[in-house]
Nanobody, 125 residues
Framework: QVQLVESGGGLVQAGGSLRLSCAAS????????MGWFRQAPGKEREFVAA????????YYANSVKGRFTISRDNAKNTLDLQMNSLKPADTAVYYC??????????????????WGQGTQVTVSS
């Protein structure tokens, strides 16, 4: 099976930046990562950002709009999330979400059926 692997998480001071990446291992022509979600302790997993396969449309949660940028590299089948002006409220485990289709599946986490194991992002005040 194809596996999704997130990287780029870490500890950063408030106002700093991190860049997350999601890559597929194994066969890369079967699943397509197009969304980022996050989950803080005691909270439900929530939508962060998504992008269509063509890259012509992007979608962001209001809490990150203007600070985060999602992008894709279709040749490599990778997904990135540039996070700027980080706040303590951004602290969470960030997950890459994918599905075995290039069709855009939206902001609902239930529409995605492949997930990475997550990467921890911690923002100190």
């Amino acid at each position: 099976q194809v596996q999704l692997v997130e990287s780029g998480g870490g500890l950063v001071q408030a106002g700093g930046s991190l860049r997350l990446s999601c890559a597929a291992s194994g066969r890369t022509d079967s699943i397509y990562p197009m969304g980022w979600f996050r989950q803080a302790p005691g909270k439900e997993r929530e939508f962060v950002a998504a992008i269509t396969w063509s890259g012509d449309s992007t979608y962001y949660a209001n809490s990150v709009k203007g600070r985060f940028t999602i992008s894709r590299d279709n040749a490599k089948n990778t997904l990135d999330l540039q996070m700027n002006s980080l706040k303590p409220a951004d602290t969470a485990v960030y997950y890459c979400a994918a599905r075995n289709s290039k069709i855009y599946y939206g902001t609902n986490r239930n529409n995605y059926n492949y997930w990475g194991q997550g990467t921890q992002v911690t923002v100190s005040s």
